[in-house]
């Protein structure tokens, strides 16, 4: 079987001139470029998620828009399918398992935004499909999060996200660890 790259919603909405900018957008996103690279040079499968928001009222994701857009960092090439999705969980209504399943991939390694939303659920689902998920941590990124009137800081969100992600459901590793292992 094989291991297949998962790139979620690395989207120009999400940068520094975006509707919704998230810390460590940038950083995040040239590990993700990392990881492509490297499985498009090993000939490895690469799908990409694409988040289109069609709920009324929304402010970002919208069809047909720049900022809904994937970003040049992760472009999409040649053969690898970009799915469309309009939920948190990337197997929902998207064709990803039949995807996955037609490149014999049972191993998926995850990278994209936001860590606490479309990353977290994703991961989850997949894991529930008895897929192996790896997730580079350092090639996620996320906001800042209100509870109550406290301000959850994008790190700590991130951070807490990651460790709970981190048993049972996946790797969580950085980039060049999850590269080291993939040989």
Same mark, same amino acid.
């Given at each position: &079987?094989?291991?297949?790259l ?15 900018? !998230? /810390? ?11 990881? !492509?690279? /490297? ?8 799908? +990409? ?10 402010t ?7 900022? /809904?857009?994937?970003?040049?960092? %992760? /472009? ?26 037609? +490149? ?9 935004? &936001?860590?606490?939303?479309?990353i977290?659920?994703? %991961? ?8 192996? %998920?790896? %997730? ?21 969100? +991130?951070?807490?996200? &990651? ?14 660890e999850?590269?080291?292992? !993939?040989?």
């Amino acid at each position: &079987m094989s291991t297949a790259l998962l790139i979620i919603d690395l989207q120009n909405d999400y940068f520094p001139d975006g509707s919704l900018p !998230l /810390a460590g957008i940038e950083e995040a996103a040239a590990r993700a470029a990392e990881l !492509l690279a /490297a499985f498009r040079a090993a000939g490895r499968p690469v799908v +990409h998620l694409q988040h289109l928001s069609i709920r009324p009222g929304s402010t970002f994701f919208l069809p047909d828009t720049h900022g /809904a857009e994937i970003h040049a960092a %992760v /472009a999409p090439a040649g053969n690898e399918p970009v799915l469309r999705k309009h939920f948190p969980n990337g197997f929902r209504e998207t064709g990803l398992q039949e995807i996955l399943a037609a +490149h014999g991939a049972d191993r998926l390694l995850v990278c994209g935004a &936001m860590s606490h939303l479309c990353i977290d659920t994703t %991961v989850r689902a997949a894991f529930d499909l008895g897929l192996r %998920v790896s %997730v580079a941590h350092d090639a996620c990124a996320t906001r800042d999060l209100r509870f109550g009137e406290r301000t959850v800081a994008a790190a700590d969100v +991130h951070a807490s996200f &990651m460790a709970a992600l981190a048993a049972p459901f996946a790797r969580v590793a950085t980039t060049a660890e999850l590269l080291q292992a !993939l040989g």
